[in-house]
C-alpha cells in the first residue's frame, strides 16, 4: 500500500558531489547517512521547463511493484535479467492449460492443492530443473567478485589518472571496487585498501575533498599502517581547514613510510600545514566530532490503535485528539529493497542518493551503499573486514588518533539482521526476480533468523499478520505468484542452506506473503530537485518532483487505510517512515493516508480503477462515496449557456457521479465535512450550489446534459474542436523540450487555450496543465510577466480541485516563487510564507530536511520584508 509513488523521476540523476555536509566533519567516521539532500540553483526557466505538469503530480504514494520490473542495471545483470525472463516466459507457457485454469480460479483455501499441483507438475520438468540451476548455481553467477576484472578496470583507472582525466580514474576505481574480491592482493598489499587510496587521489584531484577523506579513511580500516592511505588523509583535511587533523595524519604518515624521498615529501606538506594551521586556526569553526542526528528527534506523544472498521478491515484510529501537523506515528521497515531502477544512483540500505565515493557489497557486485555504515546494514560488517597490520610503537596521542579514525563505532542493534547477506554469492537470483519477490525472501530470512528454523508447521504467511486480498487477484497474478513462490523458495534453499524445506506448504504460504507484499508494501521516495544554473546570490529556486527508490513492509505502517481524501500523510528519512496528521483529527477517527490517487488528482473512475488494478480492494472512502466537488469539475466540460457555471459529464464520468448522488441525496441532512464546505468559495460555489439544489431530479443529469440548467451540449463536436487544440499543445510541449521556441507555436499555443477554455469547465485539470506548458514556453523565450500570469492560472484551478494547503499546491508554488523571484517581486515574500506553512503541515520539523530550499527561501523573505 501506500505513501511512496508520485511521478517516477527520469533516470538523470545527477549527484551533488562533495557539497554533502558543508559542516567541516574532521574526523571521518563513517555517519549516519549523508541524508541532508544538496539543492542546486535553478533558474526560473528550468524551473518550468524540468517540472512540466505539477497539476498531475500526486504528492506521494503507490506500491507495489509490477512483476515485470526487472530491468537489471548492470551489464552482468542485464544478460542475467533478460536470459531468466525469457525462460519465465517459457515456464508460464508450458503449464497444462486445465492446471493453469484451477491456479487462476483459486481461492486462498485452494492453494495447498493448487501448489502441490504445480510443484508435481516443475519437478517432472527439465526446464524448471534447468532454471533453478541457473538462478542459484554460483559458477554460473555473473554477479560475483572477479579479482582479474578488478586488476584491469584498475590498471585502466591508472592510465587515466596519470592522463589527468580524474573523473574516469573514479569511474574505473568505482568498478574495480565494486568486483574486487575483500581478501585479494595486488603487489603484496590489499588490493580493497589500495583501491581505495587510488579513488581518494582522484576523488581530492576533483575536489571532493569529503569523499577523499572518507575513502583514506576506509582503506585506514583495512591497512593502518599505508603511509600513502594517511597522506591523502592529511591532504583532504588540509584542504577541508582541519588542520590539526591534517598533522596527526602526517606524522603517522611519517612514521610508516620507508622511502626517503617519500619522508622528504611529508616533512614539506607537514611544513605547509603547520604554517596555515598558525593563520587560520583562530577562525576556524572547531570541527564537530559527532555523528550528525540530521533527522532530529520530535517526540511521539499519539497514541494509536488499531480496531475493526465496517468496510475497510482493520484501521488505525487515535485516542486523542490530534492537532494538525502532529507527528503520530514513526517505523523502521520489517525488511526494505532497492528498486532496479535507482540501484545504480540510490544507497541500497538508506536509499539516499549514492555519493561520488560508493561502498560496494563484500561479495558480490550488486549492491552499492554510501558508507560502510550502510553496508553494514545490508549485511554482516565483521564479515568481511581483513585488517593488515597496526602500527605499533606509536605515542599514546598517535594511538588514540589511529584509534579514532579506525574504529568502527557503529550502534549496535539487537534486532538488527544483515539483509542481503542471504542473497550474496554472486548468483543470478536476487538480480533477476522482481524487486517484491526478493523482498519476500528477505521477510522469510528475517524469520528464520529470530525463529532459528522454517519447518513444513512454519508460518510464514503469518509473519506480517497483514491482510493479503488473494481471491480478488487477476488470475495472471495468480499464476505467477505461483511461480514464483516456488521459485523462490528454491532459492533461498539452494543458495543459503536455509532451513526451509521445498514444500507445498511451504509454497502455498509464500504465495500469501507475495500477496500481503503486494497489498502492504510501500515505495519509499525521495525528493529530486531541480538543477539551478544562476550564481547562487542571485536566485536559489527549485522546483521539485518524487523518486520511487526503495520498496519496504512496515509492520504497522501497514494499518492505515486509504482515503483519497487522506487525513495524514507519509514520508521517509533515510528508510524510517514517518506519519504525520495533516488535519486536525478528532479522538476516534480514522487515520488514513492516500496510497495514490487523491480527490483532485484523478477522476473518481480513475482512481478507484488504478486502487483496484494495483491493490485489489474497491475504495470505500468518502471521496469516492459522497458527491464531490472536486470530481465533478475535473474533467467537465462547460454548459454552453453564457453566465452558466454548471458541469457537463462525459458518459464514464456521469455514471459514476451520479452513483455518489443517489448517496448524497440520501446523505443530504448529514452536515457537510469541511472539506466541502472549504471549497465552497467564488464561483465554485455557484457550481456546488446549483448541483446541490437540483436535490434528485436524477433525468438532468445525462452525459451532455449540464447538471445546472440541463441544457444539451453536443460533446463529440467539442471532442473534435479540443483534439485539433491539444495538438497545438502537444507541439508547444515538444519545442520546450527541444529548447527552442518558434514564435508560431507560442501564437498557437495560445490559441488553443483559449479553445480549450471555450469547451472545458473553467476548472477542468486540463487547462491547468496547458497553463502550465504555456507558462514553461514564455519563460523560456524570457517573457517572465507572460509567464507569471499563466502560472497563476495555472494555480488558480489546482486551487479548486485541491485543498488550498493540499502539497500539490506546495509544489507549484514552488514554481510560482521561483519566477517572482527572477522578476525580483515582493509578492514572492507571501507565497514563501504560505509555501512554508503547507511544507510544515505535511512534514513538521523536517520540512526543511525533505526540502532544504526552504531555509534559503525562508531568510531570503526575512530579507526583503
Ligand atoms: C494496507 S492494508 C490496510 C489495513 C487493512 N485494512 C487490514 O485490515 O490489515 C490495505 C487493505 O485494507 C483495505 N482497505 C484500505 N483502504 C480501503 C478503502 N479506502 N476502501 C476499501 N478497503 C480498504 C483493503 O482491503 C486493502 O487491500
Known amino acids: 500500500m501506500g505513501p511512496g509513488f508520485g511521478i517516477v523521476a527520469n533516470s538523470t540523476q545527477q549527484h551533488q558531489r562533495g557539497k554533502i555536509c558543508s559542516r567541516a566533519i574532521v574526523r571521518c ?32 504514494l503507490g506500491v507495489g511493484v509490477p512483476l515485470s520490473d526487472c530491468e537489471c542495471s548492470n551489464s552482468g545483470e542485464n544478460i542475467a535479467g533478460k536470459k531468466n525472463l525469457m525462460l519465465m516466459e517459457k515456464l508460464k507457457s508450458v503449464i497444462p492449460a486445465p492446471l493453469k485454469q484451477i491456479i487462476s480460479e483459486s481461492n486462498p483455501d485452494d492453494l495447498p492443492f493448487t501448489c502441490t499441483s504445480l510443484l508435481d507438475f516443475f519437478n517432472h520438468l527439465p526446464l524448471f530443473h534447468q532454471m533453478v540451476r541457473d538462478l542459484t548455481d554460483p559458477e554460473m553467477g555473473l554477479c560475483g567478485k572477479n579479482k582479474e576484472a578488478a586488476l584491469e578496470a584498475k590498471a585502466k583507472g591508472n592510465e587515466c589518472f596519470s592522463k589527468g582525466d580524474y573523473p574516469n580514474a573514479l569511474r574505473f576505481y568505482s568498478q574495480a571496487l565494486r568486483v574486487a574480491p575483500t581478501d585479494a592482493e595486488d603487489v603484496e598489499k590489499n588490493l580493497v585498501g589500495m583501491l581505495y587510496v587510488n579513488r581518494a587521489a582522484a576523488l581530492h584531484k576533483m575536489g571532493l575533498f569529503l569523499e577523499c577523506l572518507r575513502d583514506s579513511s576506509r582503506a585506514l580500516i583495512i591497512s593502518p599502517s599505508s603511509a600513502k592511505a594517511w597522506f591523502r588523509r592529511a591532504k583532504a583535511n588540509a584542504s577541508l581547514g582541519n588542520n590539526e587533523d591534517a598533522i ?11 622511502s626517503l624521498s617519500g619522508k622528504r615529501q611529508i616533512q614539506s606538506e607537514l611544513r605547509m600545514v603547520l604554517d596555515q594551521s598558525k593563520q587560520t586556526s583562530d577562525t576556524l569553526e572547531k570541527p564537530n566530532d559527532d555523528n550528525l542526528d540530521i533527522l532530529g528527534d520530535e517526540p511521539l506523544q499519539i497514541k494509536l490503535q488499531s480496531v475493526p472498521t465496517p468496510t475497510k478491515g482493520r484501521g488505525m484510529v487515535s485516542l486523542t485528539d490530534i492537532p494538525r501537523a502532529s507527528l503520530i506515528h514513526k517505523e523502521d521497515p520489517y525488511a526494505a529493497i532497492i528498486l532496479k531502477p535507482c540501484r545504480e544512483t540510490h544507497c541500497h540500505f538508506c536509499f539516499n542518493e549514492l555519493p561520488a565515493d560508493t561502498v560496494p557489497c563484500a561479495s558480490c557486485s550488486i549492491p552499492l551503499y554510501c558508507s560502510l555504515q550502510c553496508q553494514a546494514g545490508g549485511q554482516d560488517f565483521g564479515y568481511h573486514l581483513k585488517r593488515c597490520g597496526f602500527p605499533e610503537n606509536l605515542s599514546d596521542d598517535l594511538q588514540d588518533h589511529v584509534r579514532r579514525v579506525t574504529s ?26 522482481p524487486s517484491d519477490v526478493v523482498l519476500a525472501g528477505r521477510v522469510i530470512r528475517k524469520h528464520i533468523h529470530q525463529q532459528g528454523q522454517c519447518s513444513a508447521d512454519s508460518n510464514i504467511h503469518g ?9 480478488q487477484l487477476s488470475p495472471e497474478r495468480k499464476l505467477e505468484l505461483h511461480i514464483y513462490s516456488i521459485i523462490l523458495s528454491c532459492c533461498l534453499e539452494h543458495v543459503c542452506q536455509l532451513k526451509l524445506p521445498m514444500s507445498s506448504v511451504i509454497a502455498s504460504q509464500i504465495v500469501i506473503l507475495l500477496s500481503q507484499i503486494r497489498v502492504n508494501s510501500m515505495a519509499i521516495v525521495r525528493m529530486k530537485f531541480s538543477d539551478l544554473k544562476e550564481p547562487l546570490e542571485q536566485e536559489r529556486t527549485c522546483s521539485v518532483e518524487q523518486v520511487r527508490v526503495g520498496q519496504a513492509v512496515y509492520s504497522v505502517g501497514s494499518l492505515f487505510n486509504h482515503s483519497c481524501q487522506p487525513n495524514v500523510h507519509a514520508y521517509f528519512l533515510s528508510r524510517t517512515l514517518y506519519v504525520r496528521a495533516t488535519e486536525f483529527v478528532a479522538t476516534g477517527y480514522q487515520l488514513e493516508l492516500s496510497y495514490g490517487p487523491q480527490v483532485g ?37 462547460r454548459c454552453n449557456k453564457p453566465n452558466c457555471f454548471g458541469v457537463v459529464l462525459d458518459s464514464c464520468v456521469c455514471k459514476y457521479e451520479k452513483q455518489k448522488l443517489n448517496r448524497y441525496c440520501c446523505a443530504l441532512t448529514i452536515p457537510r465535512t469541511h472539506k466541502q464546505t472549504d471549497m465552497l468559495n467564488d464561483d465554485i460555489n455557484k457550481v456546488a450550489h446549483r448541483v446541490f439544489e437540483q436535490t434528485c431530479q436524477n433525468d438532468q443529469f445525462e452525459p451532455g446534459s449540464c447538471w445546472s440548467c440541463g441544457s444539451y451540449c453536443d460533446l463529440q463536436a467539442s471532442q473534435e474542436t479540443i483534439i485539433k487544440a491539444e495538438t497545438c499543445v502537444s507541439r508547444l510541449q515538444e519545442a520546450v523540450a527541444s529548447n527552442e ?28 496543465e496547458v497553463e502550465d506548458n504555456v507558462a ?13 500570469d499563466h502560472c497563476q492560472a495555472s494555480v488558480e484551478v489546482l486551487e479548486k480541485l ?27 515574500s507571501d507565497n514563501i510564507d504560505r509555501l512554508a506553512a503547507i511544507f510544515s503541515r505535511y512534514y513538521g520539523s523536517h520540512a526543511e530536511i525533505i526540502f532544504p530550499h526552504l531555509h534559503y527561501l525562508k531568510e531570503r523573505n526575512l530579507c526583503t520584508s
Open 463 to 471: 509473519i506480517l499478520d497483514l491482510c493479503h486480498n488473494y481471491g
Open 248 to 258: 596527526q595524519d602526517l606524522n603517522l604518515s611519517l612514521n610508516m613510510e620507508t
Open 776 to 788: 514553461q514556453a514564455f519563460c523560456l523565450v524570457g517573457e517572465l510577466q507572460a509567464a507569471l
Open 802 to 828: 485541491y485543498d488550498p494547503n493540499h502539497i500539490v499546491i506546495g509544489n507549484e508554488l514552488i514554481k510560482l516563487i521561483s519566477v517572482q523571484l527572477s522578476m525580483g517581486r515582493d509578492t514572492a
Open 408 to 433: 568502527l563505532s557503529f550502534s549496535s542493534n539487537n534486532d538488527y539482521i544483515a539483509e542481503h547477506r542471504h542473497e550474496c554469492h554472486g548468483v543470478h537470483w536476487p538480480a533477476v526476480l
Open 741 to 768: 521556441i518558434p514564435t508560431n507555436a507560442l501564437l498557437d499555443a495560445l490559441k488553443s487555450v483559449g479553445i480549450l477554455r471555450m469547451h472545458f469547465h473553467s476548472y477542468n485539470k486540463r487547462i491547468a
Open 601 to 637: 488528482q484523478f477522476t473518481c473512475k480513475d482512481r478507484q480503477q488504478l486502487l483496484e488494478d494495483r491493490y485489489s480492494f474497491i475504495c470505500q472512502c468518502s471521496g469516492c462515496a459522497h458527491l464531490n466537488l472536486s470530481d465533478l469539475v475535473l474533467s467537465a466540460y
Open 29 to 60: 567516521r563513517e555517519t549516519v547517512c549523508p541524508a541532508p539532500t544538496v539543492v542546486r540553483p535553478t533558474t526560473a526557466v528550468q524551473v518550468l521547463r524540468q517540472n512540466p505538469i505539477p497539476a498531475a503530480a500526486p504528492p506521494s
